[in-house]
């Protein structure tokens, strides 16, 4: 089971695509590229353009520009733009029709509320520019190994 759903993955990839073609890019180029149905990513590029982090132009020389800075584009925004809030467990919806009927015994739900606050603050912390160059300096997510002495150096 992955993570992100399809439609989460897919905005990423147009997202990344739009940043390394300053130009812009069709839909129908996006699509080409990374196999994409059109329908499908018509229905994900307007949603983008909806939430301001891509500009249309229509015409021959048409397409898709993102006009937000990778920096100012956190993974938990993407994902509430395309409906698909995070939600570790169903207690940790914000509704009131939520289904568990241990909810008000759970010898987890705090714990799990816990987890599932930490996780959401890493979306929040986490930026497509982090995602588009995890070892840049000040990125959230530095990739790299750390060596640990372990014992004596004998």
Do not use: W
């Not at 990423?12 to 069709?26: E, I, P, Q, R, W």
């Not at 993974?75 to 940790?92: K, N, V, Y």
């Not at 930490?118 to 000040?138: E, H, K, M, Q, Y």
């Amino acid at each position: 089971m992955s993570f992100f759903s399809r439609k989460m993955d897919y905005a990423l990839l147009v997202l990344s695509h739009l940043h390394g073609n300053a130009d812009g890019s069709s839909a129908r180029e996006i699509s080409s590229k990374f196999s994409i149905s059109r329908p499908f990513l018509a229905n994900i590029m307007k949603t983008l353009c909806h939430h301001g982090y891509l500009s249309s132009h229509r015409g021959v020389h048409g397409g898709y520009v993102l006009i937000r800075k990778p920096e100012e584009i956190s993974l938990a925004d993407i994902m509430q733009s395309l409906d698909e809030t995070f939600h570790l467990t169903d207690c940790s919806k914000d509704t009131e029709k939520q289904t568990c009927s241990a909810r008000t015994f759970c010898p987890i739900r705090t714990g799990m509320s816990s987890v599932h606050d930490r996780i959401r603050n890493i979306l929040s912390d986490v930026t497509l520019a982090d995602i588009l160059d995890p070892v840049r300096p000040n990125s959230t997510i530095q990739f790299g190994l750390e060596l640990v002495s372990h014992g004596s150096d004998k």
